[in-house]
């Protein structure tokens, strides 16, 4: 059986980012159990396992509520489009129910980690761009909301995480207008406001202008 190697990238990353994390929970492609009924970790019409469980281990930084919390808000505002249904800990959120979180009724709650299903696609399967969840290797400096107007000419990329590491979710435009709520320097947590939708993540500082309160 083939791992996509879109789930193979999510454990990957996880491993970079918590590298003393547990990992007994792990999996992409399933065991006998899983093979013996339909299952997103059974080889799909890609021709991909096409699901993984990244194990929840909270006292070495990789909770498993915090990546649920990360990805199902990345795929509402549709800023990750590879994923079609997240669980963890009873509870669930997917692409058919709008990404609105529920309460998971499955018979595997769940609780040792969080599962992420990647749609049956060979797109979604091949695509190894860094997921939307992020470490905390140093701390955040909340702040207040502050506003700030974009400086790059040529546009300003706002990415998943406070490194380049991370995929660009958005591409910000000379003199679009975004707000500040946190930091970790050289980069800046900010949203803005893309048409109808809202989008957030990381850019670096240095081609922000503050200005005032709009």
């Known amino acids: 059986m083939q791992e996509a190697p879109s789930a193979r990238e999510?454990?990957?990353?996880a491993n970079k980012l918590w590298p003393n994390r547990r990992r007994d929970s792990d999996g992409i492609c399933g065991d006998a159990a899983h093979r013996a009924r339909k299952s997103d970790h059974n080889p799909g019409r890609a021709g991909y396992c096409h699901?993984?469980?990244?194990?929840?281990?909270?006292?070495?930084?990789?909770?498993?509520?915090?990546?649920?919390?990360?990805?199902?808000?990345?795929?509402?505002?549709?800023?990750?489009?590879?994923?079609?249904?997240?669980?963890?800990?009873?509870?669930s959120a997917s692409a058919i129910g709008g990404w609105r979180v529920r309460?998971?009724?499955?018979?595997?709650?769940?609780?040792?980690?969080?599962?992420?299903?990647?749609?049956?696609?060979?797109?979604?399967?091949?695509?190894?761009?860094?997921?939307?969840?992020?470490?905390?290797?140093?701390?955040?400096?909340?702040?207040?909301?502050?506003?700030?107007?974009?400086?790059?000419?040529?546009?300003?990329?706002?990415?998943?995480?406070?490194?380049?590491?991370?995929?660009?979710?958005?591409?910000?435009?000379?003199?679009?207008?975004?707000?500040?709520?946190?930091?970790r320097l050289p980069w800046m947590f900010v949203r803005h406001k893309h048409g109808d939708c809202k989008v957030s993540g990381w850019v670096a500082s240095r081609y922000l202008a503050r200005i005032g309160r709009p």
């Not at 999510?10 to 990353?13: E, H, M």
């Not at 199902?72 to 669980?87: D, P, Q, S, W």
């Not at 700030?148 to 991370?166: H, I, K, P, S, W």
Request: glycine share 8%; charged share 25%.
């Open 103 to 183: 309460r998971y009724r499955g018979v595997n709650p769940h609780k040792t980690h969080v599962h992420i299903s990647i749609k049956d696609t060979s797109k979604a399967c091949e695509d190894t761009h860094p997921w939307p969840f992020a470490g905390r290797s140093k701390p955040i400096r909340r702040r207040k909301t502050r506003y700030y107007r974009v400086t790059a000419e040529a546009g300003l990329n706002m990415r998943a995480g406070a490194a380049r590491r991370f995929g660009v979710v958005h591409v910000l435009a000379h003199h679009d207008m975004v707000s500040a709520t946190g930091a």
């Open 10 to 13: 999510a454990l990957n990353q």
């Open 51 to 91: 699901a993984v469980d990244i194990t929840h281990d909270p006292r070495h930084g990789c909770s498993g509520r915090k990546i649920f919390a990360q990805l199902v808000k990345a795929c509402r505002e549709g800023t990750e489009t590879r994923a079609k249904l997240v669980i963890h800990n009873r509870m």
